[in-house]
């Protein structure tokens, strides 16, 4: 038995989680490899012919074997798809056909994956889970296990971290927190995996690795072109501009794709899935400055004091701004300082002190979304 104790490490077969577990594995750890299915990736991609590149698939599980077995510790492939499935995939349909922009990889770790390896770590006796992320956890004087952003502020996913319960927190190692890419890619030279550190980094969906979403709901959701097809665009006055393709295949914010010319740049500014409707606008049209967020998880602190200044953040890669919060009875309405752009209901709204995560939950709606 290790003095370190005994870790369920993840790994996908990236270069992330490999090196993650063999740091692990060298600073006296006894790990256990794990590579979760969570999708096939032949059903779901379309016609496109795009070269696999998700994690999901044949040759990601050889690279996460092949590095455990070289180092001399176990590893196992776990088959989570119906689970994966049950939650993460139904999720995503349904905030779609919603109006609303889900964030699927928040829903896998807040619900799926941790509990996943949570529930193995238990069965396999191993006291930590841990994953390749660039992230840290950290124990506050009042007891509490937190997230704070990872060093490497290009690779920082405390974003997508905010759901992680206590209970899980206190058990999770996030070996790479502390450390660069750039320090992570020369140790993937340094344990002797040199094509690791060329190896491209998968952004896409798992479960849709040709970056296609609309292609997904198509195949997914029965005769959805056909219920959704023929809908209106107009200005925010309610003037009928033309038409478009179905509610479910446009985002907030979006710009491209719209397939209709107005003389000037034209963005989607709201949609309406009750009327089939997608509201278009200038850029500035944009802007909020309040949202309400509700299926909070406070992670730093049991809860917020009322009108407690943090910083928020609204998408993966927004540099967050100054707000206040205000508590209500199913979470909280937040107000800006400043004017923000893309509150996007569905998305993430994560809430920090400095670097710390202090909670985070979805946003529901844009009390002012216009100027």
Known sequence: MSKKGKVLMAMSGGIDSTVAALMLHKEGYEVVGITMKTWDYATSVGTTGKKETGCCNLDSFNDARQAAVQHGFPHFILDIREEFGDFVIDNFVEEYIA???PNPCVMCNTHIKWRALLKRADALGCEFIATGHY?????HTNGRYFIRKGIDETKDQSYVLWGLQQDLLSRTLLPLGTYHKTAIRQMAHDFGYPELAKKAESYEICFVPDNDYRGFLKRNVAGLEERVAGGNFTDKAGNILGHHKGYPFYTIGQRKGLDIALGKPAFVTAIDPDTNTIVLGEEDDLKGNEMQVAKINWIKYEGVTEGMELITKIRY?????NSTLHTYQNGVTVRFSEYVKGITPGQSAVFYENDD?????IIQRAEQPFT
């Open 357 to 361: 995560v202090v909670g985070g939950g």
């Open 99 to 101: 109006g609303r922009t």
């Open 135 to 139: 992230a840290q956890i950290h124990q």
């Open 317 to 321: 890669k927004d540099k967050g701004a």
